[in-house]
């Protein structure tokens, strides 16, 4: 079992910056991919970016490439979503989930995951 907890959300001013965490425990996720999803008010959830377990591959939406920014620490079983030049479309409920199988590329689609945290509010203001 992976419990995730995600923090960081919050109200923002429009061109503002958040950085998002998802800390995870009952096991190391050092070894899987982790992504980040959103749920706007009456809109289906969608993918925001995802991260291989080394680090080494990223996978991002396109409205958010260029502003937000993935990344992990595996020594604390943490990964991180940094947002930058943040916009009101760009709010929602921001999740993160954890996908233990054997896949070397970080997923983009809900069913790639396994594990779900319970989600952190992000709201920006105009």
């Known amino acids: 079992q992976v419990q995730l907890v995600e923090s960081g959300g919050g109200l923002v001013q429009a061109g503002g910056s958040l950085r998002l965490s998802c800390a995870a425990s009952?096991?190391?996720?050092?070894?899987?991919?982790m992504g980040w999803f959103r749920q706007a008010p009456g809109k289906e959830r969608e993918f925001v970016a995802a991260i291989s377990g080394s680090g080494v591959y990223t996978k991002y939406e396109d409205s958010v490439k260029g502003r937000f920014t993935i990344s992990r620490d595996n020594a604390k079983n943490t990964v991180y979503l940094q947002m930058n030049s943040l916009k009101p479309e760009d709010t929602a409920f921001y999740y993160c989930?954890?996908?233990?199988?054997?896949?070397?590329?970080?997923?983009?689609?809900?069913?790639?995951?396994?594990?779900w945290g319970q989600g952190t509010q992000v709201t920006v203001s105009s």
């Open positions: 989930a954890a996908d233990i199988s054997s896949r070397t590329l970080p997923g983009i689609r809900e069913g790639d995951y396994m594990y």
């Open positions: 009952g096991r190391s996720v050092s070894s899987y991919s």
